[in-house]
């Protein structure tokens, strides 16, 4: 007959546990590492179309009287504004000349990980074009 000397209840109930967090932590990274680069996409999406959006205001007072493309400040801004107001988002908006620039914040919860919700930034750049450069598609 075999004899203990010392009690092992429990031990396996411990090593369960580390295990069972560590698996956890890593279909964490897995899960919310994934949504971090969904929301990246998102937000170079978001500020690309509404840099584009914002393109499309020229001055045409300013184009007729020079014949370079300029943007209408206002009415540029406030069309990027209104697309992102469309999606439900916010960002800055800068229009210098025949570009404007947008920077887009998307936040990320993390739904699994212990960790704050991640913001992302994303910023894109159009330019009115003449010309038949303002034709490709």
């Not at 943007?71 to 504004?81: G, K, M």
């Not at 936040?107 to 699994?112: H, S, T």
């Amino acid at each position: 007959m075999t004899r203990r000397t010392r009690s092992e209840q429990g031990s396996v109930s411990a090593l369960v546990a580390v295990v069972a967090t560590g698996l956890v932590m890593v279909a964490g990274l897995a899960y919310d590492g994934g949504q971090i680069v969904t929301a990246q996409a998102t937000a170079r999406d978001l500020a690309a179309n509404a840099a584009r959006a914002g393109a499309q205001e020229v001055d045409l007072d300013e184009l007729r009287a020079t014949g370079r493309a300029a943007l209408d400040i206002d009415a540029a801004t406030q069309a990027a504004e209104d697309y992102l107001a469309r999606t439900g988002h916010r960002g800055t908006v800068t229009v210098n000349g025949p570009s404007i620039t947008v920077s887009v914040h998307v936040v990320q919860p993390m739904l699994i990980l212990p960790l704050p919700d991640r913001t992302v930034t994303a910023t894109d750049t159009a330019t009115a074009q003449t010309g038949p450069e303002a034709n490709v598609g």
